[in-house]
């Protein structure tokens, strides 16, 4: 349960920092609500997380996840470009996240 509470709070969290380029500095007022309530709602459902996961380890996955995510949605969608050490360094990253939850013992959920 937990880690769906932490995958909830990744994905509101991803569609909030989204909408911040498309709310044209809160000029807008539908991305601007997404932003609002996406990172309301994403605080909120990581807070419920961090009471089964230690809370080093939750916010390593959020901002890693969270980082790869968008940086994948911005290739695509907005058609920013990532080059060759930008993708290394997502991969890195995505790496870790996979180490801490395969092989650490802190993890207890």
Known sequence: MAYLLLVGAILCEV??????????????LG???????????AFYLLSFALKMIPVGIAYA??????MVVIAVFGWVVFKQIL????????ALILAGVLVINLFSKTIST
Do not use: M, N
């Not at 569609?15 to 807008?28: I, W």
């Not at 080059?83 to 997502?90: N, Q």
């Open 31 to 41: 991305p601007s609500l997404v932003v609002v309530a996406g990172y309301s709602l």
């Open 15 to 28: 569609a909030a920092t989204l909408s911040l380029r498309l709310c044209e500095g809160f000029t807008r």
């Open 83 to 90: 080059d060759i050490p930008a993708i290394i360094g997502l």
């Open 61 to 66: 996955i959020w901002s890693g996840i969270g």
